[in-house]
């Protein structure tokens, strides 16, 4: 019975894959993220709502449209894509860092949500005295905006971490399905529906999966929930 | 020591006031709506006015017809706000500090601390304290951040009576034993009376009287 429960190598390798894919996507999105953010809470300039659209729109498209979007620019062929390989010999194509930037951009919209949100709440007038006391905008944005921020942006990167290990269709389309390079999670877990006799792998990756997810929102919620006592007090 | 000239139109409101001082206490005062914090704002670069001048010591912050504006963090103007607005992610003594890390000042926080009697409250969350307490410590983190001129905005007003009274000594012990001048804002008679050196008048954006009282 127990053996049910045990792992294959190639399901071990999945769900590795799936956590550096996802903490890479999550801690190199992350500055983007902030100042995203940033821009978006307290930015007063053209094109905001522009950015504004560009960041949701993983959101909304098919993740099918936004993984072949990403293949034409940074396929090989694409024109970020080849300038990559042409001069630093670095490809995303079917690779994992591919899957990685698959993930980040579908996860991006949730990150920079939470992280503005948590943004806008900071008291400006904390800011304002911080600058009286001689604090540059850069330093008052280091020492008074990001630490109050923290909780919403941890929150947001949890998320965005959850978001990414469950990225399906942008991936396949962009990096396709190789096992052990861009194999993630749920494509393993698609996989597995797709040949006779699959079902118990499926199944325990689906329970990782679930066990994975419910563990990342519990975790941001508590996140959220020590941003809001913060702003309390502030 | 200071030169305020400030002409700016705020919806229905217009301030047009002009003073100079030469007092280490000078108060501004007048009934709420008269402009008051407008013109600490401006003159600690919070708000922008449309023409001006304002000069500390010698030190032209603001000349509108020169095109002379320096930006709030370069200043030196020490505020003390209403509401303190202490940092909460930072423990009182990192409040302190705050501003001193910033103006490269190397001066001791223990004549502070001890002026302002907040020694035991240095490894405190500013949530854990009150009102009064708060108010010295903003005091003590504007001083320590090494001001050419220190803005204090009603900081009694949020008190009750015992606690101003608490609070007045060290406001009154200040001038003579830091030698940075004060802009102090209330429409408190008696606070008036016991620390400025000067009182402007002030209502519906304008001037209307000075008083010397040779403090």
Known sequence: MLDWFRLQPDEVAALQLSLKVAATAVIVSLPFGIAAAYALARGRFWGRSALNTLVHLPLVLPPVVTGYLLLLTFGRRGPVGAFLYDWFGFTFSFRWTGAALAAGVMAFPLLVRAIRLSIEAVDRRLEAAAGTLGASPLVVFFTVTLPLSLPGILAGAVLAFAKAIGEFGATITFVSNIPGETQTLPSAIYTFTQVPGGDAGAMRLVLIAVAVSVFALLLSEYFARRLDRKLDLQ | ?215
Request: proline share 5%; charged share 25%.
């Open chain 2, 1 to 215: 020591m200071i030169e305020i000239a400030l002409y700016q139109r705020l919806g229905e409101f217009t301030l047009d006031a002009s003073f100079e001082s030469d007092a280490q206490v000078t108060a501004l005062s007048g009934s709420s709506g008269a402009g008051k914090t407008t013109i600490l704002n401006s003159i600690a670069g919070l708000i922008r006015s449309e023409r001006g001048k304002i000069v500390v010591s010698g030190r032209v912050l603001v000349d509108t017809e020169k095109g002379v504006y320096v930006p709030r963090h370069k200043r030196r103007i020490g505020y003390v706000f209403q509401d303190a607005r202490l940092f909460p992610h930072l423990s009182v003594e990192r409040n302190l500090k705050y501003g001193r890390w910033l103006s490269g000042s190397t001066a001791p926080l223990e004549p502070v601390v001890e002026l302002l009697g907040i020694g035991h409250l240095l490894k405190r969350s500013p949530r854990l304290l009150s009102g009064g307490e708060a108010q010295r410590v903003a005091i003590g983190r504007a001083l320590l951040a090494d001001p050419a001129l220190l803005l204090l905005d009603e900081p009694l007003s949020a008190l009750d009576q015992p606690r101003r009274e608490e609070i007045l000594p060290f406001l009154e012990a200040l001038p003579k034993k830091t030698g940075v001048p004060i802009l102090y804002v209330s429409h408190a008679r008696d606070e008036i009376a016991r620390l400025a050196g000067k009182i402007v008048w002030l209502e519906n954006g304008r001037v209307v009287g000075e008083d010397v009282t040779g403090k």
